[in-house]
T-cell receptor, first 115, second 115 residues
């Protein structure tokens, strides 16, 4: 499709398990972002990829969180040893050539529930 | 860090009424964006503002980038039931303040429209 695609749309897992979330950005978009949205809250920045530059990881809340991106394509966000406070919607967004020229377009998110 | 104060938190209005919401900050922002989020979906971009003082319309929506670069408002005229959702403002800090491309989001305004 033409938009940002995220999978799975929902994930329920037990505390302590690892989870992997996937994002397919809009074709041609060089920038990719991950955000976390807790229930009833705004979006918290997690990590930003721009082309082949080193990612901006300043928003990752702990070393249990990591993300990878291969070139300008798919990205995966991994949460290790999940905790109940990790329950949230994880949103991915992409944009072209940095925000100054192109605004971010969002996927529908992965709703993560930790039991 | 930079924060955006979005108000009101929620609004209950009658169909046909006009709506106004705003975001303010103590920091300067380079870009202001307004998004709408419906349940189970990611935020959808409504309006992007790139210049101080800029006033931009998108159908019944009008948004302005404050002249001080520290605020923005969104107006919706003649509201209809499908305007229901959560509206988020988002800002991109100025680069020379240490910001990268990560957006700062307000906490949202939840809009309810009664037919």
């Amino acid at each position: 499709g033409a938009g940002v695609s995220q999978s799975p749309s929902n994930k329920v897992t037990e505390k302590g398990k690892d989870v992997e979330l996937r994002c397919d950005p809009i074709s041609g978009h060089t920038a990719l972002y991950w955000y976390r949205q807790r229930l009833g809250q705004g979006l918290e920045f997690l990590i930003y990829f721009q082309g082949n530059s080193a990612p901006d990881k300043s928003g990752l809340p702990s070393d249990r969180f990591s993300a990878e991106r291969t070139g300008e394509s798919v990205s995966t966000l991994t949460i290790q040893r999940t905790q109940q406070e990790d329950s949230a919607v994880y949103l991915c967004a992409s944009s072209g050539l940095g925000l100054g020229n192109q605004p971010q377009h969002f996927g529908d998110g992965t709703r993560l529930s930790i039991l | 860090g930079q924060q955006l104060n979005q108000s009101p938190q929620s609004m209950f209005i009658q169909e046909g009424e006009d709506v106004s919401m705003n975001c303010t900050s103590s920091s300067i922002f380079n870009t202001w964006l307004w998004y709408k989020q419906e349940p189970g979906e990611g935020p959808v971009l409504l309006i992007a503002l790139y210049k101080a003082g800029e006033l931009t319309s998108n159908g019944r929506l009008t948004a302005q980038f404050g002249i001080t670069r520290k605020d923005s408002f969104l107006n919706i005229s003649a509201s209809i039931p499908s305007d229901v959702g959560i509206y988020f403002c988002a800002g991109l800090p100025r680069r020379n303040q240490g910001g990268s491309e990560k957006l700062v989001f307000g906490k949202g305004t939840k809009l309810t429209v009664n037919p």
